[in-house]
């Protein structure tokens, strides 16, 4: 604040005034102490007094994951805090929503409680704005997603290659009339997904053009109605690859409302709840969001300890999981 009253050629009491929205500050003032905090890179700081220690730390981590409610989140979000509590230091954690809007909120607060890092997912097309923070030597690790504008840690799974896998492996059990169903065309990870099951079918001879493609699916009801509609074609899908785990739960609601379970194959990317207890069970490229989570622990909190390295990208591989929907065979007509 004291660097913020000097560059502004004011008090610090007008900069406390102003920073925490106070009245009685001309407008002419305010908006010099607003540039300067902005040249500055200045955030205020809430818990000054309560949370720092003698080393200026405040044993906390900021995480900004997808979804709560999505247990691919939750999972990740277990690791983390399970390699954050063995040090002694509390994770506060929020949802992304995939809102980019609510993406740079949660960041903001992260940082006004003066957090030693950040674990993010993101979904905003450029992480510039967090330029200052890792000038300042903030550790910043991306989780799920590969950042734009900045360069920094960052976990991922491979999603161009497992998405691959799930079309391969469908096309080995004698499919050619394969669907998609897609999450969100904005979202990286949904793209790679949707690359990889069409440059696989392509690489296999199969013409993509025709090949029903039902992108901007975020949840089971979505999924459910999409899958229903793909079934009132004259030629409906033998197969189906669902690109996200919510996706994929609502496609099997809409197979067994249609009584097409037992003879419709079905390959989901990232597993799903209860999935092996099915009849048939699912059939999954499975992530492993603990291993992304345990992975991006330890760069923070290995950048924490005084690593310097070149920032380092992390894939963590993909396996598939037979579990019997992805093996049906084709439907023999007539």
Same mark, same amino acid.
């Given at each position: 604040?004291? /660097?913020? !009253?000097?560059?502004?050629?004011?008090?610090?009491?007008?900069?406390?005034?102003?920073?925490?929205?106070?009245?009685?500050?001309?407008?002419?003032? *305010?908006?010099?102490?607003?540039?300067?905090?902005?040249?500055?890179?200045?955030? %205020?700081?809430?818990?000054?007094?309560?949370?720092?220690? *003698?080393?200026?730390?405040?044993?906390?981590?900021?995480?900004?994951?997808?979804?709560?409610?999505?247990? @691919?989140? &939750?999972?990740? /979000?277990?690791?983390?805090? =399970?390699?954050?509590?063995?040090?002694?230091? *509390?994770?506060?954690?929020?949802?992304?929503? #995939?809102?980019? +809007?609510?993406?740079?909120?949660?960041?903001?607060?992260?940082?006004?409680?003066?957090?030693?890092?950040l674990i993010l997912t993101t979904i905003s097309e450029s992480q510039h704005y967090l330029a200052p923070e890792?000038?300042?030597?903030?550790?910043?690790?991306?989780?799920?997603?590969?950042?734009?504008?900045?360069?920094?840690?960052?976990?991922?799974?491979?999603?161009?290659?497992?998405?691959?896998?799930?079309?391969? /492996?469908?096309?080995?059990?004698?499919?050619?009339?394969?669907?998609?169903?897609? #999450?969100?065309?904005?979202?990286?990870? *949904?793209?790679?997904?949707?690359?990889?099951?069409?440059?696989?079918?392509?690489?296999?001879?199969?013409?993509?053009?025709?090949?029903?493609?039902?992108?901007?699916?975020? =949840?089971? +009801?979505?999924?459910?109605?999409?899958?229903?509609?793909?079934?009132?074609? =004259?030629?409906?899908?033998?197969?189906?690859?669902?690109?996200?785990?919510?996706?994929?739960?609502?496609?099997?609601? !809409?197979?067994?409302?249609? &009584?097409?379970?037992?003879?419709?194959?079905?390959?989901?990317?990232?597993?799903?709840?209860?999935? #092996?207890?099915?009849?048939?069970?699912?059939?999954?490229? !499975?992530?492993?969001?603990?291993?992304?989570?345990?992975?991006?622990?330890?760069?923070? @909190?290995?950048?924490?300890?005084? =690593?310097?390295?070149?920032?380092?990208?992390?894939?963590? %591989?993909? /396996?598939?999981? +037979?579990?019997?929907?992805?093996?049906?065979?084709?439907?023999?007509?007539?």
């Amino acid at each position: 604040m004291r /660097h913020v !009253a000097a560059l502004a050629g004011v008090g610090i009491k007008t900069v406390s005034r102003v920073i925490n929205g106070e009245p009685n500050v001309a407008p002419a003032t *305010a908006a010099k102490v607003l540039a300067a905090a902005r040249t500055l890179d200045y955030e %205020p700081d809430l818990h000054a007094g309560n949370l720092r220690r *003698a080393d200026g730390r405040t044993r906390t981590l900021g995480l900004l994951v997808s979804s709560v409610d999505n247990p @691919f989140a &939750g999972a990740m /979000h277990r690791a983390i805090e =399970d390699a954050a509590l063995a040090r002694g230091v *509390a994770v506060f954690a929020s949802s992304l929503d #995939d809102d980019p +809007e609510r993406e740079q909120e949660a960041v903001s607060a992260f940082l006004r409680r003066r957090v030693d890092g950040l674990i993010l997912t993101t979904i905003s097309e450029s992480q510039h704005y967090l330029a200052p923070e890792l000038r300042r030597g903030t550790p910043v690790v991306f989780v799920d997603r590969e950042p734009a504008g900045v360069s920094s840690d960052t976990v991922v799974s491979d999603n161009r290659e497992g998405a691959a896998v799930a079309t391969r /492996h469908l096309l080995r059990h004698g499919h050619r009339r394969l669907a998609f169903l897609g #999450d969100r065309a904005g979202i990286q990870t *949904a793209q790679e997904r949707r690359r990889g099951f069409l440059e696989e079918l392509g690489g296999s001879g199969v013409a993509t053009r025709d090949i029903p493609m039902a992108d901007g699916l975020h =949840d089971e +009801e979505s999924a459910r109605l999409a899958t229903l509609g793909l079934f009132a074609s =004259d030629q409906p899908p033998t197969a189906i690859f669902s690109s996200q785990n919510l996706v994929t739960i609502g496609a099997i609601r !809409a197979l067994r409302e249609l &009584g097409r379970h037992h003879d419709v194959a079905l390959v989901g990317f990232d597993d799903v709840p209860l999935g #092996d207890l099915l009849e048939p069970g699912v059939t999954v490229v !499975a992530q492993s969001p603990q291993e992304i989570g345990r992975i991006a622990a330890d760069r923070v @909190f290995s950048r924490l300890d005084g =690593d310097d390295s070149p920032a380092r990208r992390t894939i963590v %591989p993909t /396996h598939l999981i +037979e579990r019997g929907s992805g093996e049906i065979p084709p439907r023999q007509e007539g």
